[in-house]
């Protein structure tokens, strides 16, 4: 059975937010429907994104590195968020695994918010149903377009071809092999929902600091605490008067 699904690799995205702007310019005119900015520059804003990118530090000072980590909906093969919604509303695509969303069938209730511990599930206000990343399904699907298209927005336009989609489950396809070659993981592998998408790890990389390399050459703590004047008394101060 086809399970389409990404392969994210952790060690070349940059962070730039690429696939989160693209899935809401791509999914606002698809079959997602509007995904909603309410207030985007106010005090209080509210929006719905299918893709979000969450940058931290890992490490001890000095030796720290930061990592970008982008997440949607992981389209599991044993998604919980399915047999907890009481319309029907949730469901998984059989021909490829895909899990959507029936908005006609949708009450907004949140039941699949409560029950995906990824927390992908996206409450849209304004037509106050639950939303998700699509993978894109409407391009994916589209035999109009050439076969090179017909992938999600997100990995269209990563600059940095961080973003890998295929089906995980045929050993040839390229997410296969990334996994298989590169030690691909799940996330939160615990909870056992089985998620389709996967992760690169980051490489580990040694990293050598050196003592002169932690001095601040502006450093606050450092500066001269001489009397204003003491420049003036200093005989190799070009001021010096004899």
Known sequence: MTQL????????????????????????????????????????????????????????????????????????????????????????????????????????????????PYGAREFDEQRKVMTKCTLCVDRVTDQALPERERKPACVLACPSNARLFGDVHDPESVVSQAIAERGGYQLMPEWGTRPANHYLPRRKTEMRIHAEDLERVDNPLKIDSRPADAAHRDPGHEDFAT
């Open 5 to 116: 699904a990404l392969v994210i690799d952790l060690n070349v995205c940059v962070g730039c937010h690429a696939c989160v702007t693209s899935c809401k310019q791509w999914n606002t005119s698809g079959t997602a429907g509007a995904l909603t900015d309410l207030n985007p520059y106010g005090a209080d804003p509210n929006g719905t994104f299918f893709n979000r990118v969450q940058t931290f530090e890992v490490g001890e000072f000095p030796i720290t590195q930061t990592v970008h980590f982008p997440k949607s909906c992981l389209h599991c093969e044993d998604p919980p968020c399915v047999p907890v919604c009481p319309t029907g509303a949730s469901y998984k695509r059989a021909e490829d695994g895909i899990v959507l969303v029936d908005y006609d069938k949708c009450i907004g209730c949140k039941y699949c918010t409560w029950a995906c």
